[in-house]
């Protein structure tokens, strides 16, 4: 049941951030509100099971991905206007990256899901932290870094449909 979850929150994460990228006004504000909101459950439906592995990786992960959803919702300004501020949006992007590490460490050393998705997402991370980080000093815009994100944003779906279809390998089965 956790997988499930937390396999839906990645999805709807996911589509709402892309649906964010590509509108504007009050449809963008309400889709990093809604990405933001899903984020914000991961973590800490994922930590039960993480905990097992590693308690200070498991609340690493959970600091990052508060962070990562603070800057994020710093990024909406005044409600009435709902305009995406880019550098909180990407600086939550750092938040993420670190998220990133932290999870797929635990998700590698105990075997909850396929080694090969969590050595992906740390190799994936890499261009995407670069991506984030050219953005945010001004180096490359959001479109030219595109193509840098997506092998992580890939990576992230085949882990949430793996989570979905298969689960999360847990000492007695799947969760």
Known sequence: ?????????????????????????????????????????????LFPILKQ??????????????????????????LANLQIDELWGHT???????????????????????RWISVWALIAVVPYLAGAVLVLLDVLSQTQAGALFVPLAINEMVLAVWLLAKGIRTSSGRA
Do not use: D, W
Not at 20 to 33: H, W
Not at 92 to 114: D, G, H, M, T
């Open 53 to 78: 592995h590693g308690e200070g990786l498991a609340m690493g992960y959970v600091v990052a991905r508060t962070l990562e959803v603070v800057f994020l919702m710093s990024a909406v300004a005044p």
């Open 1 to 45: 049941m956790t997988a499930r979850v937390v396999g839906s929150l990645f999805i709807t994460a996911t589509a709402a951030g892309v649906v964010s990228a590509a509108t504007q006004g009050t449809t963008r504000g309400l889709m990093v509100f809604l990405m933001a909101v899903a984020i914000a459950f991961i973590a800490p439906t």
């Open 92 to 114: 939550s992007a750092i938040y993420f990256c670190v998220s990133v590490v932290l999870l797929n460490s635990l998700l590698f050393r105990s075997k909850l899901v396929p």
